[in-house]
């Protein structure tokens, strides 16, 4: 008998029992906050058998003294159970709005950002690993405010750690890609005014040339009109 099936047997017998053990074993029931802890459990300088016992802590909710109870085949087969965190996040469908604890929060798109919140995301992008929450909440705002007006960036920040890791992804992928269309549209549109205006010296056409390549290369991508 395979570890997985192990695992899974394992799991059926403690919901049985009626036991307090479950584990998250995907990323849509996996909140970021515990996806950080993980991946800073991952970076840490203990020994492995040390990491999966944390890593086993953050995904049970139990103590390491609930872990290491455990018989070796159940510990191998959870330890085996966990490979999933290996994957990369599934892109998922986007909500038109999150409601965590008491807000209604909506994603910026790039075009609606205000100068404070590009300040705050040029910020944190640097790092953008370590400060995953820092720009979801930067990027997620109440419903009816504008960025850091009128309600706590902070309590924002403390109730994004509850989003399934998949959606926080996929809310960073859509900013993201949002950003990239964003920026593309502004340089054709500027490209076309270019083009647009009379050249009269040698640096003006210099430009323009420029601007046709730029276009060419937008339609030859698929992006220009």
Request: charged residues 25%; hydrophobic residues 40%.
């Amino acid at each position: 008998m395979g570890l997985i099936q192990k695992f899974k047997e394992w799991r059926t017998s403690r919901a049985k029992k009626n036991e307090k053990w479950h584990i998250i074993d995907n990323f849509s029931e996996l909140p970021i906050g515990k996806y950080l802890q993980i991946v800073r459990i991952g970076e840490s300088n203990v020994s492995d058998v040390d990491k999966s016992t944390a890593i086993l802590q953050v995904l049970t909710g139990g103590s390491a003294e609930d872990i290491e109870s455990l018989s070796l085949p159940e510990y191998s087969a959870l330890v085996s159970g966990c490979s999933w965190l290996l994957e990369r996040p599934q892109k998922v469908e986007l909500d038109k709005y999150y409601i965590v604890g008491d807000f209604k929060l909506k994603i910026t798109e790039a075009k609606d950002l205000t100068t404070a919140q590009y300040i705050d995301f040029q910020q944190f992008a640097q790092d953008a690993d370590r400060h995953i929450l820092e720009l979801l909440s930067v990027l997620l705002v109440p419903v009816g405010k504008r960025y850091g007006e009128g309600y706590d960036v902070g309590a924002v920040r403390k109730w994004v750690e509850h989003l399934p890791t998949d959606v926080a992804f996929s809310l960073m992928a859509f900013f993201l890609n949002n950003a990239a269309q964003s920026l593309q549209c502004f340089l054709i549109s500027l490209a076309e005014d270019i083009l647009a205006a009379p050249a009269k010296t040698e640096e003006q056409m210099k430009t323009k040339e420029k601007a046709k390549e730029l276009l060419a290369l937008f339609q030859e991508n698929g992006g220009g009109n």
